[in-house]
């Protein structure tokens, strides 16, 4: 319940300093870089934390894999434009400080996915540790992260086909007593009716 709160005035606080001029642009621009960089951490942690508590292994879980780690490029992007605010020049390559936004995005995904064209590079001691950094979390949460939920998954599928087989066996124990039962039942009922018909009716109908 609070989580969604926080969500809901996060996104209205955005909404009101995207439309509102202060007259401080920086500083607006670094307190709404903050507010989005916020929001996705959330949005990763909590992700992170339902897909690696998750038993059932199944198509919201596969997506909640995947929105975790669209999030982690973001939340990547977010740090970058906030060092990019601050401190301008703190890469190189930037076509112009107009579309810093779209290279960084790109340049952020880039980074997390380990691909490295080199079109954009970092030019600071603090980007560049924020670079390695990026790119460790991406190699983390493909190897560890997805790692797990497809072992997950895997004896998921291992446990089912389990209690297939366990459910196929019981169903054919069952057929089999019935079975048996069936025969004895018609074995030892006709001897009793002809004990029964021998002592009381001495009848040798049964006799031979």
Known sequence: MWFLISLLGI???SFV????????????????I????????????ETTKQVWKAS??????VYGLISGY????????????????????SFNGLLNQINASENLLYYSYVTLLTIGFGEITPSTSLTQKTALIIGLCGEI?????TAIIVGKY??????????????????????????T????????????????????????????
């Open 11 to 13: 996104l209205i606080i």
């Open 17 to 32: 300093l995207s439309n509102v001029d202060f007259g401080i642009s920086k500083n607006l621009n670094i307190l709404k």
């Open 34 to 45: 903050s507010i989005y960089l916020i929001f996705f951490l959330i949005v990763y942690i």
């Open 56 to 61: 059932l292994i199944n198509n919201n879980i």
């Open 70 to 89: 669209v999030s982690l490029g973001l939340i990547g992007f977010f740090i970058n434009l906030f060092i990019e605010t601050i401190q301008p020049n």
């Open 141 to 145: 949460y493909q190897a560890l992260i």
């Open 154 to 179: 895997i004896n998921q599928t291992k446990l089912k086909k389990t209690k297939k087989l366990e459910l196929t066996k019981n169903y054919f124990i069952k057929i089999k007593n019935k079975q």
């Open 181 to 208: 039962y069936k025969n004895e039942k018609n074995n030892i009922y006709p001897k009793l009716f002809c004990i029964v018909n021998g002592l009381l009716l001495n009848s040798k109908y049964c006799k031979n």
